[in-house]
């Protein structure tokens, strides 16, 4: 079965760098967009990342732009988020999914999505 584990969570100051990695099995990784998305304590999941198939076409939300950086190396079935100048409200835990569908562009719903990590920690003290 598909399976996603996610890893490079951790603790930082405001302002520092983290950068998450998303390996994945069980499906041609290169034929579906990804997708990162983050929860903190007490609030809905919420889209933060998207990338299509080929990882040619990439989506962030507003909050992110400029900070964050989405990428996926297909030949290792991996998919990344580079995240720097961070801040307390950066706060949550991350999760990476896949698409439930085949070649399209990376979506920004999470009922798009089908399979999931177990998510990452990511804490930013101030």
């Known amino acids: 079965q598909v399976q996603l584990v996610e890893s490079g969570g951790g603790l930082v100051q405001a302002g520092g760098s983290l950068r998450l990695s998303c390996a994945a099995s069980g499906r041609t990784f290169s034929s579906y967009a990804m997708g990162w998305f983050r929860q903190a304590p007490g609030k809905e999941r919420e889209f933060v990342a998207a990338?299509?198939?080929?990882?040619?076409?990439?989506d962030y939300v507003d909050s992110v732009k400029g900070r964050f950086t989405i990428s996926r190396d297909n030949a290792k079935s991996t998919l990344y988020l580079q995240m720097n100048s961070l801040k307390p409200e950066d706060t949550a835990v991350y999760y990476c999914?896949?698409?439930?569908?085949?070649?399209?562009?990376?979506?920004?719903?999470?009922?798009?999505?089908?399979?999931w990590g177990q998510g990452t920690q990511v804490t930013v003290s101030s």
């Open positions: 999914a896949t698409d439930s569908r085949r070649l399209r562009f990376g979506r920004r719903n999470l009922y798009d999505y089908d399979v």
């Open positions: 990338i299509n198939w080929s990882g040619g076409s990439t």
